[in-house]
């Protein structure tokens, strides 16, 4: 363990300033979770989901994995998806990707990582689904950008689409799903203007998105 007291002592810090700033902050935390976001992002060390939104612990369920991929077969996503839908009754579900990601890199330039390269086939069929938009841009940075924004819209159609989140609409569950994306450079995350409220919402709001993506996209050559 002393290996990392460094990382101890941060934590007596953390824990001595929370309590000073809300004496019964851990208090109140310990009896119950009430988030109202669940938030599907990438395992980047550098996209904190709660404190890029300015959120405390309790205030937001998340899930990580890279390049904040949703697939149908991965239950380890589902189950959380599920938990926070049935059990939490989160209000909004926010998959967050950003620029700069790793993983989608290595899907553009189809790497070979090892493992890994599995995980990302999920994105190198983004890329390939959308093939003659990503190729069509000048140069491999915005290549890069677009299929980060393109890898959003599909894993927000993944969640719109799992059995869990359908059936919440089914049985009239209010239930929001949101495509969004976080910039490095700057630390702030933009809207993708995907907004999925309703199973026959999922089409049109993927097109919409698409359209607003491509025309920006486009802007940028």
Not at 22 to 35: G, H, I, N, V
Not at 55 to 82: K, T, W, Y
Not at 101 to 118: F, Q, T
Not at 131 to 154: M, P, T
Request: glycine content about 6%; aromatic content about 6%.
């Amino acid at each position: 363990m002393h290996l990392l007291s460094h990382l101890f002592t941060n934590n007596r810090k953390w824990a001595a300033e929370m309590t000073r700033c809300e004496p019964d902050f851990f208090a109140r935390l310990s009896r119950q979770q009430a988030p109202q976001y669940l938030w599907i992002g990438c395992s980047d060390s550098r996209v904190p989901a709660n404190q890029i939104v300015g959120l405390l612990p309790g205030e937001m369920f998340v899930h990580r994995n890279i390049a904040n991929c949703v697939i149908h077969s991965d239950l380890n996503c589902l189950s959380v998806i599920q938990f926070a839908v049935e059990v939490l009754r989160v209000e909004h579900i926010i998959v967050c990707g950003h620029y700069g990601c790793g993983g989608v890199l290595s899907a553009l330039r189809d790497e070979k990582l090892g493992l890994v390269d599995n995980w990302l086939r999920h994105v190198q069929d983004v890329r390939s689904k959308h093939h003659s938009q990503v190729v069509g841009l000048a140069n491999e940075a915005q290549r890069h950008d677009l299929l980060c924004e393109l890898n959003v819209l599909e894993q927000v159609v993944n969640v719109s689409q799992a059995t869990v989140v359908r059936e919440a609409w089914a049985r009239g569950q209010v239930l929001a799903i949101h495509g969004w994306i976080y910039k490095l450079t700057d630390g702030l995350l933009r809207d993708l203007g995907m907004c999925v409220r309703a199973e026959a919402e999922i089409a049109g709001c993927y097109e919409s998105a698409l359209a607003q993506v491509a025309t920006e996209s486009g802007a940028a050559r």
